[in-house]
């Protein structure tokens, strides 16, 4: 069964450091979204992109974020500089048509520690 | 008061009991639902989800969903070790774009004891 995936598993980064967290989304989905989660909360949605371009975005998602997807099957989530309290959990997820009812489907995540 | 409530737990069964997980929510907006397990260190891996009022069965799991007293449930049957996890539920608007955020319950933490 195809699957989101995403690399690296575990990031180490220091505070004030820029990272790229990868993604890899079912091939023929054409919504994808990026979620954290800080250890022992909820999940919480950051920001959504269809089309090539942001549809909504969380006040989470502030100017430190972006996303791109530079080719047909990479989307990234980049933090520009790095805070302690980014530390997390980030999930990626991709979805298939507009309906509604069409569910996500999640990757297992990049464990991002920032020291 | 919080979007989506539910309860953390954690919850303890013996294996073969009938297991029941609920979450309420307050946002009468919400069009879809939707059941989540996540085991250790993954990913939110889908179980169920619904868009109306009822009933939902898929072997041994049972979506429930009442619009009216925004309240949602899962149930269980049979509960195996295995599906010790913690369970999320989920809820979505539709976005403008044609996308579907999702908003996520705390999770309840399961354990199926032998």
């Known amino acids: 069964e195809p699957e989101v995936t995403q690399t690296p598993s575990h990031q180490v980064t220091q505070m004030g450091q820029e990272v790229i967290l990868r993604c890899v989304p079912i091939?023929?989905?054409?919504?994808f979204y990026w979620y954290r989660q800080i250890l022992g909360q909820k999940v919480e949605f950051l920001v959504s992109f269809y089309n090539n371009e942001i549809s909504e975005k969380s006040e989470i998602f502030d100017d430190q974020f972006s996303v791109e997807r530079p080719d047909g099957s990479n989307f990234t989530l980049k933090i520009r500089s790095t805070k302690l309290e980014d530390s997390a959990m980030y999930f990626c997820?991709?979805?298939?048509?507009?309906?509604?009812?069409?569910?996500?489907?999640f990757g297992d995540g990049t464990r991002l520690s920032i020291l | 008061q919080k979007e989506v409530e539910q309860d953390p737990g954690p919850l303890s069964v013996p294996e073969g009991a009938i297991v029941s997980l609920n979450c309420t929510y307050s946002n009468s907006a919400f069009q879809y639902f939707m059941w989540y397990r996540q085991y250790s260190r993954k990913g939110p891996e889908l179980l169920m989800y619904t868009y109306s009022s009822g009933n939902k069965e898929d072997g041994r799991f049972t979506a429930q969903v009442d619009k009216s007293s925004k309240y949602i449930s899962l149930f269980i049957r049979d509960s195996q070790p295995s599906d010790s996890a913690t369970y999320l539920c989920?809820?979505?608007?539709?976005?403008?774009?044609?996308?579907?955020?999702?908003?996520f319950g705390t999770g309840t933490q399961l354990k199926v004891e032998l």
């Open positions: 989920a809820m979505s608007l539709i976005l403008t774009g044609g996308g579907n955020k999702l908003t």
């Open positions: 997820a991709s979805k298939t048509g507009a309906r509604g009812n069409q569910p996500q489907h």
């Open positions: 091939s023929n989905h054409l919504y």
